[in-house]
């Protein structure tokens, strides 16, 4: 799978946008973008996926690059409960096809 | 979202004995399972890939004797950590696929303590 870069750490004032970017520009052509956030001693919650198409659901937008080769995950209103690791990462579909973890960005919402 | 069911939460142990952890899917049928461990404030590692019915697949590097992983049926799979030891002490995490084969949803994780 392709790997994925994303900044170390964030901050975001409560009520503002949160704008998490991911580059995966060595993404292949059926690799899908999955985001998914971490809050301390939790298992990992899923966000949302997406392949080329920009997505939205009740939690946040993806915006997928037409050429595909970064992305960026928006909280439109951020809270305090949205402070975590968020984890941007690329797999291929499939059962055999494994979701590997990168380092992720540690998203600090603040009042 | 799917929802995936992990037993125990916590668990202290002595060294030497074995911890079995469950992870059930409650309300979908997860074919592959995979099972993560996580050391404080590092990202998840995978340990190995759980298909029901048959073995188990290990990522480099972890002892599938040490770690054993059953994938009985649809709904559920069990990590045995075997004789451990302090350095097994981590934060153990399971995810099922949902029949989509598109998303991964995750267990709220076991954190092991080996005294």
């Known amino acids: 799978d392709a790997k994925t870069t994303q900044p170390t750490s964030m901050d975001c004032a409560e009520g503002r946008a949160a704008n998490l970017p991911c580059n995966h520009s060595t993404i292949s052509g059926n690799e899908y973008v999955y985001w998914y956030r971490q809050i301390h001693s939790q298992g990992p919650q899923y966000i949302i996926h997406g392949l080329k198409n920009n997505e939205t659901n009740e939690m946040a937008s993806l915006i997928i690059t037409e050429d595909r080769k970064s992305s960026t995950l928006i909280l439109p209103h951020a809270t305090l409960r949205d402070t975590a690791v968020y984890y941007c990462?690329?797999?291929?579909?499939?059962?055999?096809?494994?979701?590997?973890f990168g380092t992720g960005t540690r998203l600090q919402v603040t009042l | 979202g799917a929802v995936v069911s992990q037993h125990p939460s916590r668990v202290i142990c002595k060294s030497g004995t074995s911890v079995k952890i469950e992870c059930r899917s409650l309300d979908f049928q997860a074919t592959t399972m995979f099972w993560y461990r996580q050391f404080p404030k590092k990202s998840l590692m995978l340990m190995a890939t759980s298909n029901e019915g048959s073995k188990a697949t290990y990522e480099q590097g972890v002892e599938k004797d040490k770690f054993l992983i059953n994938h009985a049926s649809l709904t559920l799979s069990t990590l045995t950590v075997t004789s451990a030891h302090p350095e097994d002490s981590s934060f153990y995490i399971c995810s099922g696929m949902t029949g989509g084969n598109e998303k991964l949803f995750f267990g709220s994780g076991t954190q092991l303590s080996v005294l």
């Open positions: 990462i690329v797999r291929s579909p499939g059962t055999a096809s494994k979701l590997t």
